[in-house]
């Protein structure tokens, strides 16, 4: 029982992480849209 609840900490704290780094794109195509628009 203890190794599955490591094993799915682990994968939940993964799927955290892909979440965070699909932010920080997200945020960057934003502000790089943005700074686009502006200087047009």
């Known amino acids: 029982m203890e190794i ?3 094993d799915s900490s ?3 704290a ?3 992480k892909q979440i965070h780094l ?7 195509s934003m ?3 943005a700074a686009s628009l502006a200087s047009s």
């Open 4 to 6: 599955m609840k490591k």
């Open 31 to 33: 502000y790089e849209e």
């Open 10 to 12: 682990e994968s939940e």
């Open 14 to 16: 993964a799927i955290w």
């Open 22 to 28: 699909s932010e920080s794109y997200l945020v960057c």
